[in-house]
């Protein structure tokens, strides 16, 4: 449910209102730390004894506390998450939506973000994989899209998923850009009543190594194509990823190359220091196979990469560029942990003496005071 704390913010015209118990509440409440004086447009939908024993009726409930997102904040849309005891007690999320979304008149998203199935970034995947069935079809839009004949492209209409900080969205559009490709929507949008359109034979891209369902989700729900490519996560990643769209669309990639080395030299400070170190990756966010990748070639020795859940197919292209990197580097390829236990971990910790963990902040401090550098 932590994905609640960046979308909220990513998506200007929604609210999150989380349905679970005090349990849940308490985490958002730390790990959001001082957003959470900012008013977020985040509630706790904290459930009674009552709603558990089904004393309380579901529907009513859920519809007084709409009634009073609707007026005091007035969204948009307004998301359902649903988390561990909604799933243990059945409670039909999916089901109450639609009928009181007509009934309020206002959209509710319902998503499964909970602890028992998911960890961490998934989150956000469950999330988009909703958004995702209530994108518009492209038709509808293409009224407006049609008014300025300079937007006429020479590829199928391009969608990226994955929500990133606008600065970093708008950085990767002018990189395609540069490349004669247009990017025609992002999912999720600045505004939920900005959604892109999609169609059938559009093509997807992820921008993120953790958004396996919601790929799954445009691929079967809305019959688009994705492309598998690694992840723009390092200048190595952004090129490969690059150069696997071009290649989609049959276009020459041009002064690719140049930029790369152009940020690696603009690197080289920092290169220097960790050239030779080793890290070892304890594994929570579905980030570590792109990261361990971009470390490799910058010289980094990696003991282990741990990862939550690991989706071969979708992380195929991330893993054959892993590949490819170690061989490049002459290292052989670190040994992936999926679902790692933390308690072994640390004991070939002990055994590794790495140079960096990258790991939670539980055992940040007790590894720092036995003499081991974590991030
Ligand atoms: S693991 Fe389950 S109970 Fe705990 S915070 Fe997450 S959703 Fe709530």
Redesign the pocket.
Known sequence: ?SCVSWLYQKIEDSFFLVI??K??GY?LQNAMGVMIFSEPRYAMAELEEGDISAKLNDYEELKRLCLQIKKDRNPSVIFWIG???TEIIKMDLEGIAPKLEAEIKITIVVARA???DYAFTQGEDTVLAAMAQRCPEYKEKAISLSGDPKEETKHPPLILFGSLPDPVANQLIFELKKQGIKVSGWLPSKRYTELPAISEGNYVCGVNPFLSRTATTLMRRRRTKLIGAPFPIGPDGTRAWIEKICSVFGIQPVGLEEREKQIWESLEGYLKLIANKSVFFMGDNLLEISLARFLIRCGMVVHEIGIPYMDKRYQGGELLLLEKTCQEMGVSIPSIVEKPDNYKQLERIRTLQPDLVITGMAHANPLEARGINTK
């Open positions: 449910i679970g118990t349990t849940c985490f988390t561990c005891t909970n602890g028992l």
